[in-house]
């Protein structure tokens, strides 16, 4: 079961396993030419290469210190090997018996960081405002915007940011007691025109949202407690789900190199060549990113990603041309 907003990850400070980053370049020389033993040397280096350069074969750890040589072999280590129901099934009901052990409060779901939430929602709300301006049909004037908050927690998001840009929002949270807090943080603030529609008492790995009725997918601190094949599997079923022109925001915890995993909330902390690696393999294309700023230097980094379904436009950028400066010969 995924899981609602999961605390910033404070960084453990644990160093990764490097992997070669010296493989010299192969040789122009054409392959047919070269005596076998170096066309097999030559392959070997082509495959280390290779697998230094995919995401999911840099080294990670876990918050006990114990050290993974790929994501692979964690994910087997978690969840079993493939087709193993049963152990990934345990996986996620760990983790929502993690967050049921949680006060329902903004302190609580933001792990005893409460106060980070100001800059967390001026971040957002910047990154946000630009990609509805550019994004959706006259800047969302005048339209019936809808935005799902996926992973909502106590409706944390929802109300210091979604339903003040959107006039329906629903709100995703597999954690009972969140979701009932989330509607009673809602409920004063409900008008005619901007307000709260759905509660969603379902895990993502388990829901399908309705055909094109979101404008924003708005996914934040949720999407680490998912396996890679259900991360896919999610933004797979989704991509549907979005209105013409409708985007995905991805605000996510990042690791600096390879992964982190927390044993005990049952989620993993990608670095941001996992998480490209992810999206490529959702099909979705990377619109715009973002840093968070403001937040404590002790926990990790935090990036937006604005994915869309589309490809992107190419902005062609010209020079401009500028007056030199040398000496002239006056005539």
Known sequence: ???????????????????????????????????????????ELRSVLTRSLNPMEVSGVDSEGKEFNSAQEMWREAIGEEGDETKKTQWYRDGVSYWEGVEASVDGVLG????????????????????????????????HLVALDCGSGIGRITKNLLIRYFNEVDLLEPVAQFLDAARENLASIVSETHKATNFFCVPLQEFTPAAQRYDVIWVQWCIGHLTDDDFVSFFNRAKGCLKPGGFFVVKENLAKKGFVLDKEDRSITRSNPYFKELFRRCGLHLYQTKDQKGLPQELFAVKMYALTVDIPPKVHKTRLKTRSNRPQIIK
């Open 112 to 143: 005893g960081y409460g106060h980070v939430n100001d800059a967390d929602i001026t971040g957002s709300e910047v990154f946000l405002k630009t990609l509805i301006q550019e994004r959706l049909v006259n800047g969302g004037t005048n339209q």
């Open 1 to 43: 079961m995924s899981l609602s907003l999961y605390s910033p990850f404070v960084s453990t400070g644990y160093s990764h396993c490097n992997h070669p980053n010296h493989i010299p370049p192969p040789s122009t020389t054409t392959t047919s030419a070269l005596p076998p033993a170096l066309r097999h040397r030559r392959r």
